[in-house]
């Protein structure tokens, strides 16, 4: 029984992930290019966005799911996450990559809610002129939103 739930699962996620990235994605592309100017970094920003999602949701959906997670930065732990998520109510609850380049900043992974659901997420800031602290807390106060 379990495999064919798997399998369910699995043929499910890929319907998802196939309408996230031909239905959803362009659908919001279209809509979000006209009011944040219309560049290519958006279009771009976009697409890195709904593929990170999805290859999260595949990860999630797969017999190495567990592995996956294991390899992942744990907030208030270990990694690049060891100074952040700190706070008792949250930490061991954020597993997450982080990555960062001159004026670009992200943060994609799992969040583990309170009532023990996971939610995949990803925050990409693109092209911000203040300071990398204050990008990074926002993005932190994302995640524990994302928690409650």
């Given at each position: 029984?379990?495999?064919?739930?798997?399998?369910?699962?699995?043929?499910?996620?890929?319907?998802?992930?196939?309408?996230?990235?031909?239905?959803?994605?362009?659908?919001?592309?279209?809509?979000?290019?006209?009011?944040?100017?219309?560049?290519?970094?958006?279009?771009?920003?976009?697409?890195?966005?709904?593929?990170?999602?999805?290859?999260?949701?595949?990860?999630?959906?797969?017999?190495?799911?567990?592995?996956?997670?294991?390899?992942l930065p744990v907030g208030g732990q270990d990694g690049t996450l060891a100074t952040r998520f700190s706070d008792p109510t949250i930490a061991g609850r954020i597993h997450a990559k982080t990555g960062s380049l001159a004026?670009?900043?992200?943060?994609?992974?799992?969040?583990?809610?309170?009532?023990?659901?996971?939610?995949?997420?990803?925050?990409?800031?693109?092209?911000?002129?203040?300071?990398?602290?204050?990008?990074?807390?926002?993005?932190?106060?994302?995640?524990?939103?994302?928690?409650?």
């Open positions: 029984m379990t495999s064919r739930l798997a399998r369910n699962l699995y043929g499910l996620t890929i319907f998802l992930a196939a309408f996230l990235l031909f239905a959803v994605e362009p659908m919001a592309a279209k809509r979000l290019l006209p009011a944040l100017g219309g560049s290519s970094a958006v279009w771009i920003t976009c697409l890195v966005f709904f593929q990170t999602v999805l290859l999260l949701g595949y990860m999630y959906a797969s017999p190495a799911r567990d592995n996956f997670l294991s390899i004026h670009v900043s992200a943060l994609s992974g799992y969040a583990q809610r309170h009532r023990g659901d996971w939610v995949a997420f990803s925050i990409l800031v693109n092209n911000y002129n203040g300071p990398t602290a204050e990008v990074r807390a926002v993005m932190d106060r994302i995640c524990e939103l994302m928690l409650e």
